[in-house]
């Protein structure tokens, strides 16, 4: 479950790392690039997620990993399909809020599976988010190097 970390920090991060290259293609302005890429998707994601943790107490917390896990992937794969910003936009939302819920889900279930070591578990967490974030850039760049782009880092993330 602690790759979930990795794998959080690394979709992320792509938005970020690969902007020109988003902005170029998508042919929005920076500014509209911060619209369709961090407002619209973390308002979508902060709408979708409270009403799912409404409801999270009464499902197993394994199957809400899972099924995170599953949106987050198919979410990455419309990113990277994406024909316009807008559909990028509302892809990143539905990705936020499966990565948010897959990852609250998954920490409750390290920490709940051993309380006793939740400290050590909640470090490790940390850790693997840390190395994702370092990894995301030079993911980015190996990729670019060899003639890729941003929709193949979301693809292969979302794989």
């Known amino acids: 479950m602690l790759a979930i970390a990795l794998t959080d920090e690394l979709w992320s991060g792509v938005g970020v790392v690969a902007a020109p290259a988003v902005e170029a293609e998508q042919r929005v302005s920076h500014s509209g690039y911060t619209l369709l890429v961090f407002v619209i ?3 979508v994601s902060a709408l979708l997620e409270a009403g799912i943790a409404l409801v999270s107490d009464r499902l197993p917390r394994r199957w809400l990993v899972a099924a995170g896990l ?13 024909h316009s910003g807008y559909e990028l936009a509302i892809g990143l939302g539905l ?15 390290l920490v709940s599976s051993n309380p006793s070591d939740a400290e050590r578990t909640l470090m490790r967490w940390t850790l693997f988010g840390g190395v994702g974030d370092v990894l995301t850039p030079l993911l980015i760049g190996a990729l670019f190097a060899l003639g890729g782009s941003y929709r193949l880092a979301l693809l292969l993330i979302a794989a």
Not at 70 to 82: Q, R
Not at 95 to 109: D, K, L, N, P, Y
């Open 41 to 43: 998707p973390l308002l």
């Open 95 to 109: 990705a936020g809020t499966a990565s948010g819920v897959a990852c609250a889900a998954a920490q409750a279930e």
């Open 70 to 82: 599953a949106v987050l992937s198919a979410s990455l794969a419309a990113c990277a399909l994406a």
